[in-house]
């Protein structure tokens, strides 16, 4: 082969391998890992917990020392509704502060981590239930923000935000999510966001401080869940409806509950469940959290 020639294929070959390797790369930015990420459900109580020093962010902080270090976390929240569902897809997702109310410092806090537009994309793909709009609007709300910003202080690992389709139920959530089961085995840490327990109409505001104060079918409906969550019974979780008047006490309405049904949805049939800061707070509100793996 003359030497021109021989020179001209090199060239053309290391150009067919950069093109194939930057279309993997489009294709599939998160690469499969030996071990699957825990899936976190997270009460995450008042937006106070993003800034205060309390025994529930305590257990934030621990848990990011105490996890794998995700490639990217993906929180759907009770705080982010839509008609169809949305993923925020831009480079840095704007800090929000959907609240009135509280104190001027905690208007001031910003949580600047990335986002990722191609973990968006990829997270889109995979969903084949629905179509998944990429959205550039949103940002980090305070179901998202106040908790991460404890478990990724540095603010250094993406983050991104799914949102829930209110004009669905629970089934229709549930089966989404088990769609999203594929982003563990890549390293994304997968967590929801809200309350099991979530009736603001019925808090005692007078006695928030007071340790544990709950009412009676707060702390059962709590106690029932904990046991459903425990020995894997989502069928009834999804259909909570049907267990009775303090169900619908804790779940006047679904979107705090959605986000635990998010959660469950991953569970894999090896893993481990446990729970983290289960405390009832101001008679009607729990902050009862789970780890799944």
Do not use: C
Not at 275 to 288: A, I
Request: hydrophobic content about 40%; charged content about 20%.
């Amino acid at each position: 082969m003359e030497r021109r020639k021989f020179l001209s294929s090199l060239a053309i070959g290391a150009a067919g391998i950069t093109t194939l390797s930057a279309f993997n790369k489009f294709t599939s930015v998160l690469s499969e890992q030996e071990s699957l990420m825990p899936v976190l459900f997270i009460g995450h109580g008042t937006p106070m917990n993003g800034i205060q020093d309390t025994e529930f962010s305590r257990k934030w902080t621990a848990l990011g020392k105490e996890i794998p270090t995700p490639k990217a976390v993906l929180v759907v929240s009770a705080h982010w509704l839509s008609k169809g569902t949305r993923i925020t897809a831009m480079d840095f997702p704007k800090t929000i502060h959907d609240f009135g109310g509280f104190p001027k410092e905690l208007f001031a806090v910003q949580y600047p981590a990335p986002g990722s537009p191609s973990i968006a994309k990829e997270t889109a793909s995979i969903i084949k239930s629905t179509t998944v709009v990429e959205d550039h609007d949103w940002g980090l709300d305070h179901g998202a923000w106040t908790v991460i910003r404890h478990m990724y202080p540095k603010a250094n690992i993406p983050v991104l935000q799914l949102s829930i389709d209110y004009t669905k139920g629970p089934q229709y959530h549930y089966d989404l999510a088990k769609e999203l089961y594929g982003l563990r085995k890549k390293g994304v840490l997968i967590v929801g966001s809200g309350n099991m327990v979530h009736n603001l109409g019925m808090v005692a505001w007078d006695r928030l401080n007071d340790a544990e104060y709950g009412y009676d079918w707060a702390k059962q409906i709590n106690g029932t869940f904990k046991d459903l969550i425990s020995k894997g019974h989502h069928d009834k979780l999804i259909k909570y409806e049907a267990l009775g008047k303090e169900a619908l006490l804790a779940i006047p309405t679904p979107e705090h509950y959605w986000p635990l049904l998010y959660t469950l949805a991953l569970q894999g049939k090896k893993d481990d469940i446990s729970f983290f800061n289960d405390k009832v707070v101001g008679g009607s509100l729990t902050m009862t959290s789970v780890k799944i793996g």
